[in-house]
Structures are given as structure tokens and as C-alpha cells.
């Protein structure tokens, strides 16, 4: 069976500083992984995803996740935060060979950015 | 603008009833989900559905019900069997068909639901 660690659950980092939250997945098969952000009292939005090609994915407001094969990680980074970075963020698998469409999710991290 | 609308936003209910959480949908997509988000579990599926007129148990179904007549529509029932039914709910929905699971899930905002 699939599952998804989020190894912190929560992440304190100073304004501008770099952050990485790390996410590994247990999967026999071939996956794809996702990201997504969660603001309070809100929904999650789609953040970045990994299905094919480079390994490097990249989201447009400046984080980047890498997917690590043999290491089965996804870990997410961000060279430098800013306090609207602050928020809960969601790894995801989904075996690609899936008919079911339905997601794994880890437990979450919370990202808290002090100025 | 499309996406999805989930409301009401807080519920409140005695123990004992049940309570129905709508989740609406105007992108279009065939599949929608519901997900149950407690603190530090991250999130869990209860159902979901691929097609109208059909639906799925999830990982934690018990104490849950759910009907598919529309494609627009996914209402979820908390019933009185539920026995910790506290917590945020959350609505999505995709434009996966049968040859292509990797589009992402559009979340709706979520209804808190409180029940004493």
C-alpha cells in the first residue's frame, strides 16, 4: 500500500531565510507526486506536481520540489520566504497507473515565517 | 469563474442528527471527492464518485452517506453513526477520465462542521 511522511510537522524559519520540507512516499509502482498549500480556513491549491520528465519541478512563486527516486522523496524548497509563504503544505501521491484517481496525503507541515 | 462551492461554511449540530454539507461543482469535471481534515492527520477520503449515479467508499466511510444524481453535485451526509464527526470537511472534484490520472484535484473551500 502507498503512504506519504511528511517528516516535520512544523517548520519556524525567519523572513528571506531558506526553507526545505521534506516528504517521503512508499510506493512499489510507479507514482506522481504533488504539492499543495493550504492558507486557514481555506482549501488546498495545487502548488506543483511531478509526473514525467525532469526531475525538477518548479511553481511560480519560487519553490521548487525534486523527485528523488531511489530515495522515494519529494522534498519541497524555497531559497528565500516571505511571511504570505506562511500556510500548511500537502504532499500527494497517486500511483500513475491508477484507475481510481484517488490521492494519498501526508499529514502536513506547517510552514511559519517570523519577520 | 469556475470551481467549486461548498457550503455552509460553519455548521453547528446537536449529537444525534444528521447533517448534509453540499458541495457544487461548475468546471465541468466527472470525479469529485470528499476528504475529512483533522489536525495533524492530514487528509483522509471518505467517498468518492467517477460518474454520475456511481460512487466509492473511501478509507473512513463509515458514518457517511453520499448520493450522485447530478454532475454538478456531490452532497455528503454525516449521519448519527459517525461517531467523531468534528472536523473540516473538504470538497474536490478533477477532470480525470479513464486514461488520465494526473490531473491535479480542485479543492472548494471546506465546511467546518462542529458538533456538540
Known amino acids: 500500500a502507498q503512504s506519504v511522511t511528511q517528516l516535520d510537522s512544523q517548520v519556524p524559519v525567519f523572513e528571506e531565510a531558506p526553507v526545505e520540507l521534506r516528504c517521503n512516499y512508499s510506493?512499489?509502482?510507479?507514482?506522481?507526486l504533488f504539492w499543495y498549500v493550504q492558507y486557514p480556513n481555506q482549501g488546498l491549491q495545487l502548488l506543483l506536481k511531478?509526473?514525467?520528465?525532469?526531475?525538477l519541478v518548479e511553481s511560480i512563486n519560487g519553490f521548487e520540489a525534486e523527485f528523488n527516486k531511489s530515495q522515494t522523496s519529494f522534498h519541497l524548497r524555497k531559497p528565500s520566504v516571505h511571511i504570505s509563504d506562511t500556510a500548511e503544505y500537502f504532499c500527494?501521491?497517486?500511483?500513475?497507473?491508477?484507475?481510481?484517481?484517488?490521492?494519498?496525503f501526508g499529514q502536513g507541515t506547517t510552514l511559519q515565517v517570523k519577520p | 469563474d469556475g470551481g467549486i462551492t461548498q457550503s455552509p461554511k460553519y455548521l453547528f449540530r446537536k449529537e444525534g442528527q444528521n447533517v448534509t454539507l453540499s458541495c457544487e461543482q461548475n468546471?465541468?469535471?466527472?470525479?469529485m471527492y470528499w476528504y475529512r481534515q483533522d489536525p495533524g492527520q492530514g487528509l483522509r477520503l471518505i467517498y468518492y464518485?467517477?460518474?454520475?449515479?456511481?460512487?466509492q467508499k473511501g478509507d473512513i466511510a463509515e458514518g457517511y452517506s453520499v448520493s450522485r444524481e447530478k454532475k454538478e453535485s456531490f452532497p455528503l451526509t454525516v449521519t448519527s453513526a459517525q461517531k467523531n464527526p468534528t472536523a473540516f470537511y473538504l470538497c474536490?472534484?478533477?477532470?480525470?477520465?479513464?486514461?488520465?490520472?494526473?490531473?491535479?484535484?480542485?479543492f472548494g473551500n471546506g465546511t467546518r462542521l462542529t458538533v456538540t
Open positions: 474536490a472534484s478533477s477532470g480525470r477520465t479513464e486514461s488520465s490520472y494526473n490531473s491535479p484535484l480542485h
Open positions: 510506493s512499489s509502482v510507479s507514482v506522481y
Open positions: 511531478y509526473l514525467s520528465g525532469s526531475t
Open positions: 500527494a501521491v497517486i500511483e500513475s497507473s491508477s484507475n481510481t484517481g484517488k490521492l494519498i
Open positions: 468546471l465541468n469535471h466527472d470525479a
Open positions: 464518485s467517477q460518474i454520475v449515479n456511481d460512487f
